[in-house]
């Protein structure tokens, strides 16, 4: 692909940022299209700088993933204009509810956080990046898929950076800047020998997506204390799905989670006529860890993805 085609600033925006010395092939380089690549590419091309964008997938991850927009990103979606998309397709979820032998000690109301989006946004993140997609796609972005990158030079004033094409060969691309998007195992931190401190949590959380046809209210998330104090919290998403969460869930053991019923239900009290997990088989055991990454630049180089949390998913049915 032409280097000048892949990502153009949008033609209504005047004044992008300069650059000195050389001229790179586009002023911007993202490495990674998860939510944090896109949202910065829309950000930049919005602005009219020229940006492009690789990724080495082949595009949207189809798990669920990430589900609960807060407040504040609905205020940053809405400054970015895409405040309606979203809560279009999310579920709206107005409070959050704790239970313990089928009382509800608390609720908790989110319309008292203060913002004008007083409510949690339940959207997978799939089709969170389907939307992000969509909004670079009409600012004339394109996502050079199974595009890896695999080394970085620093110049002067410009960053050399080397990715395996589809085809297996290699080409380079020369960047003003180089962002590393590219998530919990970033090849632009490596490079960078930036570190990435911290440690995993000892225990295990499971998830699950479940369709339910119970009476439990779709406009809040539910968090059923079980005798062990642990709790299994319900967040509802669209069309009876529900994300399971049990946080805290113990050691891991080999194989993937297993999906059975059980007597003694957490929720009981709650009428649940059925449930089955989707799609098919969609569970997942994942490892936590705190890990920051230092924030410092080094050359023109950053890590973009500066995660305080990494889930690594360990097993999947
Ligand atoms: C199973 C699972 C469940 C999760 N559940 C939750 C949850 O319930 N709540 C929550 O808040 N978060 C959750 N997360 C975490 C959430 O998904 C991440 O925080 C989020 O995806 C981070 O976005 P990102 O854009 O920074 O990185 P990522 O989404 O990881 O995107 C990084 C991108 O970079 C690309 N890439 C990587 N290396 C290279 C390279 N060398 N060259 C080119 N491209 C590269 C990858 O293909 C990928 O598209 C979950 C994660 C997983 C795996």
Redesign the pocket.
Known sequence: MNTEQALQPAATHANPPRLTGTHPDCQVLI???????LVLATELLGRGVRTRI????DGV?L?S????IHARTLEVLDMMGLADRFTERGQVVRYLRFYSQAQCLASLEFALCGSRFGFLLDLP?DETQRLLRARLAELGGVIEQR????GLASGSDAVTATVRTPGGHTETITAGYVVG???????VRHELGLSFDGHPYPQDWL?ADVLIDSDLAENAAHAFFRPDGLPVIFFPMRGHRW?L?LPFAGARSEGPPRWRRSSGSPTSGHRGRSSCPIPPGWR?S?AIAAQPTPTAEAGCCWPG?Q?TS????AARA
Do not use: Y
């Not at 993933?65 to 609960?68: K, S």
């Not at 595009?147 to 695999?150: H, K, M, N, P, T």
């Not at 990494?310 to 998913?313: A, D, E, G, N, V």
């Open positions: 490495v990674g299209a998860g939510p944090t690549g690789v990724d080495k997938g991850a798990e993933r990430a589900i609960g993140q595009a890896e990158l695999v998007c590219d998530g919990a195992h970033s090849r998830l994300r969460t997942t994942a993805t995660s990494t889930l690594r998913p």
